[in-house]
């Protein structure tokens, strides 16, 4: 069985707080995940760990298999460009790992419920 690894990959924030966001939601959503992925949070840009130091992690873990989810709200160069390009470094760099990339979230059929219960959830007090 291949030992799959996740890396949720976000932007990043030159303040702490939001690269902790991400951080949280990469906990929360390793604690939905019942297939005993491993799970690590990285950074495009302003935080730690990046992307290269983030799959580092995974593959020293032991996984075989790495899913790249970009949380990123739309296809800009890091989804177009930046993204792919790194993959390909690190396909270069573990060529025994497989390298998947995941859609962007507004490429998800979800993300038009989520927008439509975030604008529910305001309060028109």
Same mark, same amino acid.
């Given at each position: 069985?291949?030992?799959?690894?996740?890396?949720?990959?976000?932007?990043?924030?030159?303040?702490?707080?939001?690269?902790?966001?991400?951080?949280?939601?990469?906990?929360?959503?390793?604690?939905?995940?019942?297939?005993?992925?491993?799970?690590?949070? =990285?950074?495009?840009?302003?935080?730690?760990?990046?992307?290269? &130091?983030? @799959? +580092?992690? *995974? %593959? !020293?873990?032991?996984?075989? $298999?790495?899913?790249v989810?970009?949380?990123?709200?739309?296809?800009?160069?890091?989804?177009?460009?930046?993204?792919?390009?790194?993959?390909?470094?690190?396909?270069?760099?573990?060529?025994?790992?497989?390298?998947?990339? =995941?859609?962007?979230?507004a490429?998800?059929?979800?993300?038009? &419920?989520? @927008? +439509?219960? *975030? %604008? !529910?959830?305001?309060?028109? $007090?």
């Amino acid at each position: 069985m291949i030992k799959e690894g996740v890396l949720i990959l976000a932007h990043g924030s030159r303040r702490e707080a939001g690269n902790e966001e991400v951080k949280n939601i990469t906990k929360q959503i390793k604690a939905k995940d019942g297939l005993n992925r491993l799970y690590q949070a =990285a950074f495009m840009e302003f935080g730690q760990p990046n992307m290269v &130091d983030g @799959v +580092a992690k *995974l %593959i !020293d873990s032991g996984v075989q $298999k790495v899913i790249v989810v970009p949380l990123f709200l739309f296809s800009g160069n890091h989804i177009w460009r930046d993204i792919p390009q790194a993959l390909e470094q690190q396909r270069q760099q573990y060529p025994n790992v497989q390298f998947v990339l =995941a859609r962007h979230i507004a490429a998800a059929n979800l993300f038009p &419920d989520l @927008v +439509a219960e *975030l %604008i !529910d959830g305001v309060d028109n $007090k």
